[in-house]
């Protein structure tokens, strides 16, 4: 049996411990919901505030210059390539995941309806998240394709000589389930289909290589595990191969080869440039650019792959305590043990009361979240900058002593109460 003492060792042993002081973690709280929202980097509030004091204040209108605000969605686009195996000058930090979904997708189907007209389907999986399916059914209705949702183990079977685009995010939102990228869009491409990936779940927790993957688009997150902050700036990458080919559909000025030109007619900038739309949020860029820092503070570390092995650990540790300690208490595994097929997550399964379980977690302070299903997950995101081995003891601990005890049976029963 591991025990608390097993856990404090691993935190002293642990090369990475020294980056959770970059965070401003609240006392008594053990926080297994950064795959939601990461937590506030210390010196994000000085920055912001002295962007706001400072480059507004004073700066004004010439902070766009001397500032460099211009070039932010590019400078922390930059940042953004070195953590998802990208070059400089192919990412750009902009808008939110959604609307650049709704670019990458658009711009994939004008190539498939140039090169290979008679392909007229869209695959994703059917639990992928659903503002990447709503997208993709919005673009299939208006531009007359299929949008077609199969279960994951399905897939590859189904790419056939009509699939336009496999539309995946590369770890599952409710399962923590993560797909073999490069192996996905070789199947893909192989049969002759485009590979657009969402990265929300995946940079800044897990190891991406887009050019070794040879995939085609990708957008991602900044709130989640790059700690940009709530509705914190999404990010956009295109493969140079497909970045000039067609303009995005919101061709808005600052996506233009000369904006301050002011030119009536749109000429789109080249290469990753026109995948920006419109005046980019300063401040919310700033943020991002802080979480960008605590997850880059890493890099003397051993980077990426040492923060993969430590979040590989915890979350193997957090499977072997809920299965040391919760036994008999219903749960179910619905991450997979593989190390290749998991991110940095675990998600529970329970019959009964999941909702109520993760609620009187929530109070005792102990923050994951619920998904409702079939079925209904306890979803908790275990972090490698700022969790430390024993926050997973204790968590399991509270877990237990939730289950044990019927804290859920009385929160479940104010959840009904209030419903009703």
Known sequence: MTSLQDCRALDAQDPLRELRDLFALPAGVTYLDGNSLGPLPKHAGERIARAVREEWGEGLI?????AGWFELPQRVGDRIATLVGARAGEVVATDSTSINLFKVLSAALSIVQADAPARRTVLSERSNFPTDLYIAESL??????????LEAQELA?????????????????RSGAMHDMAAVTRAAQAAGALAVWDLAHSAGAVEVD?????????????????NGGPGAPAFVWVHPRHADRFWQPLAGWWGHAAPFAFASDYRPAAGIARYL???????????????LDTVLAAQPLGGMPALRRKSLALTDLFI?????????????LVTPREHACRGSQVCLTRDEGAYA??????????????????????????????????????AVEHLREVLAGGEWRRAEFNRKQAVT
């Open 62 to 66: 010439r902070s766009w210059n001397s």
């Open 140 to 149: 299939c209705r208006e531009r007359g394709f299929t949008l077609r949702l």
């Open 157 to 173: 079977s189904a790419l056939g000589e009509d699939t336009a685009i496999l539309m995946l995010t590369h770890v599952n939102y």
């Open 210 to 226: 887009l050019h070794a993957a040879r995939a085609d688009f990708a957008v991602g997150c900044g709130y989640k595990y790059l």
């Open 277 to 291: 739309c419109g005046t980019q949020p300063v401040l919310s860029l700033i943020a991002l650019d802080c979480g």
């Open 320 to 332: 072997a305590l809920v299965e040391e300690r919760c036994a008999g208490h219903g749960l179910g």
């Open 357 to 394: 379980i993760v609620q009187a977690l929530v109070a005792r302070g102990v923050i994951g979240d619920y998904r409702a299903g079939p079925p209904d997950i306890l979803r908790f995101g275990l972090a490698p900058l700022y969790l430390r081995f024993e926050d997973v003891w204790n």
